[in-house]
């Protein structure tokens, strides 16, 4: 018997009531690889030294951030993914699982720390030679370099290729010159820029001989160091300018800085994908422009992951807020006279958190496998190629995105579920909202990365031709129409109306099935890029300009089945994630999650599958109907299931899980009934005109 089978013939003998989520399995199964340096970082987001302290103005926020990050060098366990040359450990993948968990204490340390160590720092390691890491990569480890990470421009954004900062060689005196040539230009939204960095590692068009061989990394001071260690004034030729209050993330130094004629030596052109010899010869190990340009960016892609895995920490948060006092709070005496019914009862109250419940469950073992290929990529021999590069680049924009987007709508969600007290700042939820907001649009605009995904799905189409022989793709063409004409026409339909006439009970066991939800998943995004192929087609035929337009009029098709290919990544790695829980019950309940994760999905998109004649009216009803079932399935575990992940109340640090509502409503049904042994509650307006007549 296989594991889908198992889990299904157990799943259906097994009734919800007998089943316990045993949160000593559970809990620490959840950790992952890395579980130990995930609770080494959590003990540390305890820490009153390093956690937010909301009564702090911006300037405030930011020396107490910034002097946190001296606690992390010389305490935590920042280094890990460095060289153990320098100090670290080579362990990309436990430096970020670690790293993600800081958000925990305060999102602006997580993301101070990650511009320090997972982008100035990174771009140190990933884009330097050796040379270039016994020299500069040490300081800025150990923070006697604070840097920022001047990529992005107020111009150029997402189009990184298009950035204006030149770089030009000087061969007189071996030296690049760094200049911003207008206004747009100005590198814009920098952490470390306003007040910390001495340093930065600056993006700009490399030109020598006359020639641009575009965008490249360059290590440039900006400021001197005073006495006491810390930064001081700007050097000659750089310009900076604060950014001031934020929307959120206030404890971090965000500013702008442009460059007049700076001029750096020539070996601090951070140079293992090109470099320039003393008489201005350009060298790269990769030939062509394009491939050097997206393996550099591709050598940067940790901070998406990292992302990634703080988004889905928010997640957890705000639910386990959420779940906890919708478990406690009660409103409307609607099941009897006397007691007032749980929140979390009502099937509305359901609707809203455990279908987020399940995202984040979902999202949660996508992140591990994430985090499991960046690890291979950058810390295991051999692993480090072209294809696994792409692969690693695809999946983190894909997830990025999702769990991104995920985390404000979660955080919304709780925020609305817990009513007034979920808009007190002692709650965390609006802060948490307003500083995980810009997660959407920095380390890539979640709408570009979606197109990137697009892209890539549509290079991996193309590439099943290839090779293919003219009778075998005439055999696919004919095959494909079939497929076509089945699906558009009532034949399908019918057919399996028939076959779920009298019989919701199979039609729901069939949405339950593995193979059934992998298929509608699957065949989902399948169809999606074979349309979108076919309709690019004839731009490899027209002019730049048409064939732009054309691209542009299908961007929306493009996103669109990006996300669909992330909600199948997300359900095959709940899957996969499902074979290796050994526990009995968490894996039936899990397993149910799921289901939930899937069916929830499918409802979202009914309608293209009714459109695309993928489901019938009544197996689209089925949908709706069985995930109801399945909210009564799961709304006894929800408390355990959120609680699973670990976010106690020290972590949290939500008045609202300290059990004040448990003991409000305590107390309160403690009074009335005391009120009615006695017999003296006063008589309801309705009972005495009742009487009366």
Not at 67 to 86: T, Y
Not at 192 to 203: E, K, P, Q, R, S
Not at 310 to 338: E, M
Request: charged fraction near 25%; charge should be negative; glycine fraction near 6%.
């Amino acid at each position: 018997m296989t594991a889908t089978t198992e889990r299904t013939h157990n799943r259906a003998k097994t009734p919800a009531s007998n089943l316990q989520v045993n949160l000593d399995y559970l809990a620490p199964h959840l950790l992952g690889r890395w579980k130990d340096l995930r609770l080494i970082a959590r003990n540390f987001a305890r820490d009153p030294r390093i956690i937010r302290d909301p009564h702090l103005g911006m300037d405030e926020h930011r020396e107490r951030v910034f002097n946190q990050l001296s606690i992390l060098v010389s305490e935590a366990q920042v280094l890990r993914a460095f060289p153990e040359h320098l100090g670290g450990k080579d362990d990309a993948g436990g430096g970020i699982a670690g790293f993600e968990e800081l958000l925990a204490a305060d999102p602006s340390l997580q993301i101070k720390a990650g511009v320090q160590w997972g982008l100035f720092c990174a771009a140190i390691h990933h884009l330097g030679t050796p040379e270039q890491h016994d020299r500069l990569l040490q300081p800025a480890m150990n923070l006697t370099v604070p840097g920022a990470f001047a990529m992005t421009e107020i111009g150029h954004g997402s189009d990184v290729a298009s950035i204006a900062t030149t770089a030009t060689y000087d061969e007189e005196t071996q030296e690049f010159i760094i200049n911003t040539p207008f206004r747009a230009a100005w590198k814009e939204y920098l952490g470390n820029a306003a007040l910390h960095g001495t340093a930065a590692i600056v993006f700009a068009q490399l030109i020598t001989q006359g020639v641009n061989h575009g965008v490249h990394a360059f290590y440039v001071p900006i400021r001197h160091t005073t006495k006491k260690g810390r930064a001081g004034t700007l050097l000659p030729g750089v310009s900076s300018e604060d950014d001031g209050l934020k929307g959120g993330l206030n404890g971090i130094d965000n500013g702008r800085l442009a460059f007049d004629n700076v001029r750096i030596p020539r070996h601090d052109l951070l140079a293992r994908y090109g470099s320039v010899a003393a008489d201005g010869t350009y060298t790269s190990p990769i030939e062509s422009p394009g491939r050097r340009f997206f393996t550099m960016l591709g050598s940067l892609v940790q901070g998406r992951v990292s992302l990634d895995g703080a988004a889905g920490v928010a997640s957890k948060i705000a639910l386990t807020t959420a779940i906890t006092y919708g478990n406690q709070r009660r409103q409307f005496t609607s099941t009897n006279d006397t007691d007032e019914t749980v929140l979390l009862d009502y099937q509305t109250h359901q609707r809203r958190l455990l279908p987020l419940l399940a995202e984040v469950y979902a999202g949660h073992f996508a992140h591990d496998r994430l985090l499991d290929l960046f690890h291979a990529v950058f810390s295991e021999e051999g692993m480090d190629t072209p294809d696994s590069r792409e692969d690693l680049e695809t999946l983190a924009a894909a997830l990025k995105a999702t769990s991104t987007w995920r985390a404000l709508h979660t955080l919304q969600t709780a925020r609305e579920a817990c009513g007034g007290a979920g808009f007190m700042a002692e709650n965390r939820l609006v802060q948490l909202r307003q500083d995980l907001d810009i997660y959407v649009t920095f380390e890539g605009d979640n709408t570009v990365l979606l197109q990137l995904v697009g892209k890539r799905l549509l290079t991996d189409y193309a590439k099943q031709f290839k090779n293919i022989d003219g009778i075998n793709m005439a055999r696919f063409v004919v095959e494909r129409t079939a497929d076509t004409v089945l699906y558009k026409t009532p034949l399908n339909r019918a057919v399996q109306t028939i076959l779920d006439t009298g019989s919701k009970r199979r039609s729901a066991a069939e949405l339950r099935d593995e193979e059934t939800q992998r298929e509608l998943l699957a065949d989902r995004v399948e169809t999606m890029v074979e349309e979108l192929a076919n309709a690019l087609r004839p731009a490899q035929k027209m002019s730049q300009q048409d064939a732009a337009n054309l691209f542009n009029t299908h961007q929306t098709e493009l996103v669109e089945a990006a996300k669909a290919h992330a909600d199948l990544i997300q359900w095959e790695a709940f899957t996969k994630a499902l074979d290796d829980i050994e526990d009995h019950d968490a894996r039936m309940i899990l397993t149910w999650v799921r289901d939930l994760y899937a069916l929830h999905t499918i409802e979202q998109n009914l309608a293209w599958y009714l459109i695309n004649g993928r489901l019938s009216a009544q197996r689209a009803e089925t949908v709706t109907s069985y995930i109801d079932r399945l909210l009564l399935r799961l709304r006894p575990h929800a408390q355990n299931l959120i609680d699973a992940f670990g976010f106690d109340e020290t972590l949290v640090r939500a008045t609202l899980l300290t059990g004040i509502e448990q003991r409000r409503q305590n107390e309160s049904r403690e009074y009335y009934r005391q009120q009615r042994a006695r017999g003296d509650a006063p008589l309801h307006e309705k009972t005495t005109k009742k009487a009366a007549h």
